[in-house]
């Protein structure tokens, strides 16, 4: 029998094992891979059927609510600000047409981010269907990483700017007033939350705006109000609806040459459904025209719909939930809000943040749990080892070795061979 060195038998030994060290590597790093894309790019865990809009709802008769100006008349009841899947919101411009009527509006505002599509699309919808109940204001969302502007009666989109200068924003506000419509600056509590490099109020009114809206969901700008009030600009509410979700305000308007109404009235008339160019004329003429309910909770009812689970995302489980173990080794962040144009605010110099002490707990649980397994398996096939030759000693001899030269005697395993060969 050739004699073969201690060090050959350790490379012997030690090969196979690098290889399956290696082998394993490379599968975790492709899981890993395969992992992190599906977890940032996941299906929608439901598919969704049929919204349902079943209720009537009026904030003064239903809702015992108050306008915040009691003394104030009106006709109009009025949403400046919402979203249809024409942008980022959930809802159809149908859809979003049936929540304003069921909630009491009988003016709607479509204002998607940087597009006009929605609002025509609902316009449409609401002149053959619904011209009873509801009239459609064309309008966008001007939309980037310094302002949120709502233009309203507007024929053409503005062309939106990723980082507009003063410049910029003055000839955007200058183009919408050419077209006829007016601006409204939206949501400054929440610009100032996401980072974005708003110019002042008094520049704001200093290049053209003519509304500031003083909320958004169940949050009321209380000092932008009495800033705006005190300074002769024109205040407005609006939900930023996206979703469906209840709704907190409802902005009233004075709609020139229409019946005007005081809030206790309302349950004894039906208003007229005013015409978008009325409502946006009057808004244009006179600042004091509008006046708002506002409430913290809200109307009782949201926007439902039936809901299965998505099959893709149910397949894909197992890849989430592993993408999701080795996300948590790092962040990748821009230092600003998605901007509706190209990208996120920032997204030139994203922030990236890796976790060391994550990644080197990770490597030293995995070189253990390897470490582990490999002792289990030398110790097992020892073991399974020593069993083939005793049962080989058994065959040859009739009976178990007691001494290790015999246990171990080279020509031990013939026997069993020989079977085998059989």
Same mark, same amino acid.
């Not at 229409?258 to 039906?270: A, D, F, K, R």
């Given at each position: 029998?050739?004699?073969?060195?201690? *060090?050959k038998?350790?490379?012997?030994? /030690?090969a196979?094992?690098?290889l399956?060290?290696?082998?394993?590597?490379?599968?975790?790093?492709?899981?890993?891979?395969?992992?992190?894309?599906?977890?940032?790019?996941?299906p929608y865990?439901?598919?969704?059927?049929?919204?349902?809009?079943?209720?009537?709802?009026?904030?003064?008769?239903?809702?015992?609510?108050?306008?915040?100006?009691k003394?104030f008349?009106?006709?109009?009841?009025?949403?400046p600000?919402?979203?249809?899947?024409?942008s980022?919101?959930?809802?159809?411009?149908?859809?979003?047409?049936?929540?304003?009527?069921a909630? @009491?509006?009988?003016?709607?505002?479509?204002t998607d981010?940087?597009?006009?599509?929605?609002?025509?699309?609902?316009?449409?919808?609401a002149?053959a269907?619904?011209? #009873? *109940?509801?009239?459609?204001?064309?309008?966008?969302e001007?939309?980037?990483?310094?302002?949120?502007m709502g233009?309203?009666? !507007?024929?053409?989109?503005?062309p939106?700017?990723?980082?507009?200068?003063? #410049?910029?924003? =003055?000839?955007a506000?200058?183009?919408?007033?050419k077209?006829?419509g007016?601006v409204?600056?939206?949501?400054i %509590?929440?610009?100032?939350?996401?980072?974005?490099?708003?110019?002042?109020?008094?520049?704001?009114v200093?290049?053209?705006?003519?509304?500031?809206d003083?909320?958004?969901?169940s !949050?009321l700008?209380?000092?932008?109000l009495?800033?705006?009030?005190?300074?002769?600009?024109?205040?407005i509410?609006?939900?930023d609806?996206?979703t469906?979700?209840?709704i907190?305000?409802?902005?009233l308007?004075?709609?020139?040459g229409?019946?005007?109404?005081?809030?206790?009235?309302?349950?004894?008339?039906?208003?007229?459904? %005013?015409?978008?160019?009325?409502?946006?004329?009057?808004?244009?003429?006179?600042?004091?025209?509008?006046?708002? /309910?506002?409430?913290?909770? @809200?109307?009782?009812?949201?926007?439902?719909?039936?809901m299965?689970?998505?099959?893709?995302?149910?397949?894909?489980t197992p890849?989430?939930?592993?993408?999701g173990?080795?996300?948590?080794? &790092?962040?990748?962040?821009?230092?600003g809000?998605y901007s509706?144009? =190209?990208?996120?605010c920032?997204? #030139?110099?994203?922030?990236?943040t890796?976790?060391?002490?994550?990644?080197?707990?990770s490597?030293?649980?995995?070189?253990f749990?390897?470490?582990?397994?490999?002792?289990i398996?030398y110790g097992?096939? =020892?073991?399974? +080892?020593?069993?083939?030759?005793?049962?080989?000693?058994?065959l040859? +001899?009739?009976?178990?070795?007691?001494?290790?030269?015999? &246990?171990?005697d080279e020509h031990?395993?013939?026997?069993l061979?020989d079977?085998w060969?059989?």
């Amino acid at each position: 029998m050739a004699y073969i060195s201690r *060090k050959k038998q350790f490379a012997y030994c /030690i090969a196979p094992v690098c290889l399956r060290f290696w082998l394993t590597w490379i599968i975790a790093t492709f899981v890993a891979i395969v992992g992190i894309l599906i977890y940032n790019s996941p299906p929608y865990p439901y598919s969704f059927g049929d919204v349902i809009i079943n209720w009537n709802y009026n904030p003064i008769t239903n809702g015992g609510f108050q306008p915040f100006d009691k003394n104030f008349q009106f006709n109009a009841i009025f949403e400046p600000h919402s979203h249809t899947i024409y942008s980022d919101g959930q809802l159809t411009p149908e859809q979003l047409i049936q929540f304003y009527i069921a909630n @009491g509006f009988n003016v709607l505002a479509v204002t998607d981010h940087n597009t006009i599509q929605g609002a025509l699309e609902a316009q449409k919808i609401a002149q053959a269907k619904y011209s #009873d *109940k509801i009239s459609i204001v064309i309008g966008e969302e001007w939309t980037n990483c310094r302002v949120h502007m709502g233009f309203l009666g !507007i024929t053409e989109e503005v062309p939106p700017i990723k980082y507009p200068t003063d #410049d910029d924003i =003055k000839n955007a506000i200058s183009n919408v007033h050419k077209q006829g419509g007016i601006v409204i600056y939206n949501h400054i %509590p929440w610009s100032y939350w996401a980072g974005l490099d708003q110019p002042t109020k008094e520049q704001l009114v200093d290049w053209g705006i003519d509304y500031f809206d003083i909320t958004t969901e169940s !949050i009321l700008d209380l000092q932008t109000l009495f800033w705006a009030q005190e300074n002769g600009i024109g205040i407005i509410a609006g939900n930023d609806e996206h979703t469906g979700v209840p709704i907190n305000e409802w902005s009233l308007v004075a709609v020139q040459g229409l019946p005007l109404y005081n809030y206790t009235q309302i349950g004894s008339v039906n208003l007229t459904v %005013p015409s978008p160019s009325a409502l946006v004329q009057t808004l244009s003429q006179n600042r004091g025209s509008t006046n708002f /309910i506002f409430d913290a909770i @809200g109307a009782p009812y949201a926007a439902s719909s039936t809901m299965t689970s998505n099959p893709k995302y149910t397949f894909l489980t197992p890849w989430l939930l592993v993408g999701g173990v080795f996300h948590s080794f &790092f962040s990748l962040r821009n230092s600003g809000p998605y901007s509706f144009v =190209k990208g996120s605010c920032g997204d #030139d110099h994203p922030v990236l943040t890796i976790y060391w002490t994550k990644i080197a707990a990770s490597v030293g649980w995995f070189l253990f749990t390897f470490v582990l397994a490999e002792t289990i398996r030398y110790g097992i096939g =020892k073991l399974s +080892h020593r069993f083939c030759v005793n049962a080989a000693y058994v065959l040859s +001899h009739g009976e178990p070795s007691r001494k290790r030269e015999e &246990f171990t005697d080279e020509h031990s395993l013939t026997p069993l061979l020989d079977i085998w060969n059989k």
